[in-house]
T-cell receptor, first 115, second 111 residues
Framework: GAGVSQSPRYKVAKRGQDVALRCDPISGHVSLFWYQQALGQGPEFLTYFQNEAQLDKSGLPSDRFFAERPEGSVSTLKIQRTQQEDSAVYLC?????????????FGPGTRLTVT | QQPVQSPQAVILREGEDAVINCSSSKALYSVHWYRQKHGEAPVFLMILLKGGEQKGHEKISASFNEKKQQSSLYLTASQLSYSGTYFCGTEKRGSWGKLQFGAGTQVVVTP
């Protein structure tokens, strides 16, 4: 079946612009995670949804970052007034928790470059 | 606090073995292992839940010592396709699958 898809794959934004990154999880996966990955580093947790409920947003770096999943499937990560330090790859992962195990499947990511 | 992975990098000839370690200072519920090739998404390898548990994926296996909060990934008879960066992700109990990833171990397998 189809995996996790993300769009756009690449985004260049001028400092101060707003951007919206989309994630289409695997059909039926109730859990959805957003991670930020800097060059040469491991992914860092941003936020987590269970269906449409955002249960954890402790990793969002500032109030310029906002995520939603209104119908419990597609999710959007929005970054307002982008800054150079926001440049990174943004990864989305989905999971169908089974017996308490969150096996996560990642999308290809969106590479954001802020100039 | 992110887990600590070692070594940072390893170069292998095809057919050689390697071990990657992942340790945490916090009590863990599970450990997840992923492999990421350059410019691609991390690919799930395996998840370990119980102390002492071992699992395998092809000729890649892993163990989890719950008491020591340590996990090790074993690459046996390495193949060219094993090249990539390996990440461990650790999960605390009750954290809904939220993972903290190590900085990664870059593995290069040469012919």
């Amino acid at each position: 079946g189809a995996g996790v898809s993300q769009s756009p794959r690449y985004k260049v934004a001028k400092r101060g612009q707003d951007v919206a990154l989309r994630c289409d999880p695997i059909s039926g996966h109730v859990s959805l995670f957003w991670y930020q990955q800097a060059l040469g580093q491991g992914p860092e947790f941003l936020t987590y949804f269970q269906n449409e409920a955002q249960l954890d947003k402790s990793g969002l770096p500032s109030d310029r970052f906002f995520a939603e999943r209104p119908e419990g499937s597609v999710s959007t990560l929005k970054i307002q007034r982008t800054q150079q330090e926001d440049s990174a790859v943004y990864l989305c992962a989905s999971s169908l928790p089974l017996l308490g195990l969150y096996e996560q499947y990642f999308g290809p990511g969106t590479r954001l470059t802020v100039t | 606090q992110q887990p600590v992975q070692s070594p940072q990098a390893v170069i292998l000839r095809e057919g050689e073995d390697a071990v990657i370690n992942c340790s945490s200072s916090k009590a863990l519920y599970s450990v997840h292992w992923y492999r990421q090739k350059h410019g691609e998404a991390p690919v799930f390898l395996m998840i370990l839940l119980k102390g002492g548990e071992q699992k395998g994926h092809e000729k890649i296996s892993a163990s989890f010592n719950e008491k020591k909060q340590q996990s090790s990934l074993y690459l046996t008879a390495s193949q060219l396709s094993y090249s990539g960066t390996y990440f461990c992700g650790t999960e605390k109990r009750g954290s809904w699958g939220k993972l903290q990833f190590g900085a990664g171990t870059q593995v290069v397998v040469t012919p």
